[in-house]
């Protein structure tokens, strides 16, 4: 699993006059149509051999709305809207007890053509193809899994299925789409252009975008679903080479839910150059050596670390898997983090403190009401993220069944919350963070500014271990004097690395970003405030080395002030 980490920071306001895209007035009874006949005529005459039809069947079509602007060094470089969509389909056969579905269950795949027109005919066609293809596969899946169990290479002690909630009609409503891009080119050349002024920055990009996916959910339970999501963003990053020729990437997005919540130039210009002058300064910081010692985890770093040390090995689906690690499995009731923490996920989540979280959502994508979980009580385990794959202890969703859309969903994270009874504030947290690096005799403690992402493994074939790629990383001595660094990731071992922790700081903090995981890239947001960990190891990160440029970047006819 890997978290792609972008950080939220809101800026002002600019108010824009744009076009607005709504979906077709029809399209929603054509698409529900297209589900409803398929789904019947499958659920009813879909047999072949000695084999049953299907007991279980979930359609899902995805209608994606995307706008790009993006310019580099004051020159637009592209822009575009688009439209398409994605189909998936889950069939189960047997019962709920012993089913097909297994990790492997959609490993094959064909090229969609999914219409965007809302032409009953060849949506129709397309949902006939798809469930044929996975109806097979299926009775593959359910052969081979049965296999298994009868040769006992796997154990089957729990159900497959669980049942679900009460039969959900969900209509939302279809927010506008409104763009603007006249000025968001305007905009996205005039602040590319600041990167000019940075002779030692070799690449450099502003992207201004906007999503809209519209998604349309049934099953043969009943459950039927339309609902959307839409957000605004801009990108802003830039690279760079040390003397050495290791390359630095730092980067911005920042999110919003309306096309008014926009930066002004001004404030993109003040953040872009905060970026330039900050990528300045760690081309030239020294490399750090492998070192151990205590250190304090700001918000962006605290993110990755609870969602790769805590998070992932709370997402049940991984518990049923005969390879995985299952850390946490029979610690519930058990303390596994200090008392003074408390972590729950909360999709129902929209806002905080003014800030969009982009992990929110109302229903999931096994057609089931998301819930606010308590995962972990004052330190004391309580629960797991679920989705209907009953596990040890659990045999109910609670709502946390997720995918892109492509993959099929499994339980995990979505607005990921840290919260702390005992807290500092920055000052006294620094000041405590030294009093730790003479406790310790260390000559300097750490202070992780901001982070790349991280990864982690829970697989039983792979080390159980988890890593962090610190961008903005300081040494912080005795008299308080701090030195950027560079050169370094952050190691640990889940139940140790969460051991260390001394108290947190009184700054929970947004972070938006993406995690990469089987089933898909999602969006996920974590609020946490920073920590302080007795103990942290950091070992040379893998820092591929390329030869600078020969000659210096041509000179600058014109620049955008």
């Given at each position: 699993m890997v978290l792609r980490k972008l950080t939220v920071i809101l800026f002002g306001i600019l108010v824009t006059a744009g076009s607005a895209h709504a979906a077709?007035?029809?399209?929603?009874a054509v698409i529900f149509q297209a589900m409803e006949e398929e789904m019947a005529r499958s659920l009813s005459e879909l047999k072949v051999d000695v084999f049953e039809p299907p007991y279980?069947?979930?359609?899902?079509?995805?209608?994606?709305?995307?706008?790009?602007?993006?310019?580099?060094?004051?020159?637009?470089?592209?822009?575009?809207?688009?439209?398409?969509?994605?189909?998936?389909?889950?069939?189960?056969?047997?019962?709920?007890?012993?089913?097909?579905?297994?990790?492997?269950?959609?490993?094959?795949?064909?090229?969609?053509?999914?219409?965007?027109?809302?032409?009953?005919?060849?949506?129709?066609?397309?949902?006939?193809?798809?469930?044929?293809?996975?109806?097979?596969?299926?009775?593959?899946?359910?052969?081979?899994?049965?296999?298994?169990?009868?040769?006992?290479?796997?154990?089957?002690?729990?159900?497959?299925?669980?049942?679900?909630?009460?039969?959900?009609?969900?209509?939302?409503?279809?927010?506008?789409?409104?763009?603007?891009?006249?000025?968001?080119?305007?905009?996205?050349?005039e602040v590319s252009g600041l990167f000019k002024e940075a002779p030692g920055i070799e690449k450099s990009r502003v992207k201004i975008f906007s999503d809209r996916i519209i998604r349309y959910y049934y099953d043969s339970e009943g459950n039927k679903i339309r609902d959307a999501h839409l957000e605004y963003g801009i990108h802003l990053e830039a690279w760079t080479k040390t003397l050495e020729g290791t390359q630095l990437h730092d980067q911005e997005t920042l999110y919003f839910k309306k096309i008014s919540q926009i930066p002004t130039k001004a404030e993109l210009v003040r953040a872009t150059r905060e970026l330039i002058v900050s990528l300045k300064a760690l081309k030239s910081a020294p490399q750090m050596d492998p070192y151990v010692g205590p250190a304090i985890f700001s918000p962006d770093a605290a993110a990755v670390l609870f969602h790769e040390a805590i998070g992932h090995r709370l997402e049940g689906d991984r518990l049923r898997r005969d390879e995985d690690g299952k850390t946490f499995l029979k610690k519930i009731g058990q303390r596994i983090l200090p008392e003074f923490v408390t972590v729950v996920d909360n999709p129902t989540l929209e806002n905080f403190e003014g800030t969009p979280l982009i992990g929110n959502y109302r229903t999931d994508d096994q057609g089931q009401q998301s819930r606010d979980v308590v995962l972990i009580d004052h330190g004391v385990l309580k629960s797991f993220l679920l989705s209907r794959t009953p596990i040890l202890g659990f045999n109910r969703t609670n709502g946390h069944a997720r995918s892109d859309g492509i993959h099929p969903p499994m339980s995990r994270m979505s607005n990921f919350v840290v919260k702390s009874d005992l807290t500092l504030d920055a000052v006294s947290l620094k000041q405590r963070l030294i009093e730790e690096v003479k406790k310790q005799n260390k000559p300097y403690g750490l202070f992780v500014k901001k982070i790349v992402g991280g990864e982690t493994q829970t697989n039983t074939r792979q080390f159980q271990v988890f890593k962090g790629k610190p961008l903005y990383l300081y040494r912080v001595f005795p008299d308080g004097r701090e030195e950027l660094v560079r050169g370094v990731d952050f190691?640990?071992?889940?139940?140790?690395?969460?051991?260390?922790?001394?108290?947190?700081?009184?700054?929970?903090?947004?972070?938006?970003?993406?995690?990469?995981?089987e089933s898909?890239?999602?969006?996920?947001?974590?609020?946490?405030?920073?920590?302080?960990?007795?103990?942290?190891?950091?070992?040379?990160?893998?820092?591929?080395?390329?030869?600078?440029?020969?000659?210096?970047?041509?000179?600058?006819?014109?620049?955008?002030?």
């Open positions: 077709p007035l029809n399209e929603d279980f069947i979930n359609y899902q079509i995805r209608h994606h709305d995307r706008a790009e602007v993006a310019a580099s060094f004051g020159a637009l470089i592209h822009s575009d809207t688009h439209q398409h969509r994605t189909l998936f389909v889950d069939v189960k056969v047997g019962d709920p007890q012993f089913d097909s579905s297994s990790s492997q269950s959609h490993r094959y795949s064909v090229e969609q053509f999914l219409p965007v027109d809302p032409d009953l005919d060849s949506l129709k066609r397309a949902l006939w193809y798809e469930t044929d293809l996975r109806y097979k596969q299926a009775i593959v899946s359910f052969l081979r899994k049965k296999g298994r169990f009868i040769s006992g290479v796997e154990s089957h002690d729990l159900p497959d299925f669980s049942k679900g909630k009460s039969i959900r009609v969900q209509i939302d409503s279809i927010p506008e789409w409104k763009l603007n891009m006249p000025e968001w080119e305007r905009l996205a050349r190691v640990g071992t889940p139940l140790s690395i969460i051991s260390k922790i001394l108290i947190t700081g009184n700054d929970p903090a947004v972070i938006n970003g993406f995690c990469t995981a898909g890239v999602l969006p996920v947001t974590s609020i946490t405030p920073s920590v302080l960990l007795s103990e942290v190891e950091l070992q040379a990160s893998h820092q591929p080395r390329v030869r600078r440029p020969i000659l210096a970047p041509p000179a600058v006819v014109s620049s955008t002030r």
